[in-house]
């Protein structure tokens, strides 16, 4: 009886581990995704800012 409770413990343990796992890997997923997103719009905002600044619009030189 004892080994059968302990058993079962062990595989609630182990479920709640996995859980526990898929839960921080979905959130370090879910912060990279944001920091990356918010590198990409700085990016994008420095850019229309250097072309505002210089007065260029988004059309190449033809030369």
């Known amino acids: ?24 890997v979905q959130s370090d997923l879910a912060s990279q995704e944001k920091a990356e997103k918010e590198s990409q719009m700085g990016q994008e905002n420095e850019r229309y800012m ?5 007065g260029t619009n988004s ?5």
């Open 50 to 54: 250097l072309k505002k600044k210089l």
């Open 1 to 24: 009886m004892a080994g059968n409770q302990l058993a079962a413990l062990q595989i609630q343990e182990a479920r709640q581990l996995r859980e526990l796992i898929a839960t921080k």
């Open 59 to 63: 059309r190449s030189d033809p030369f």
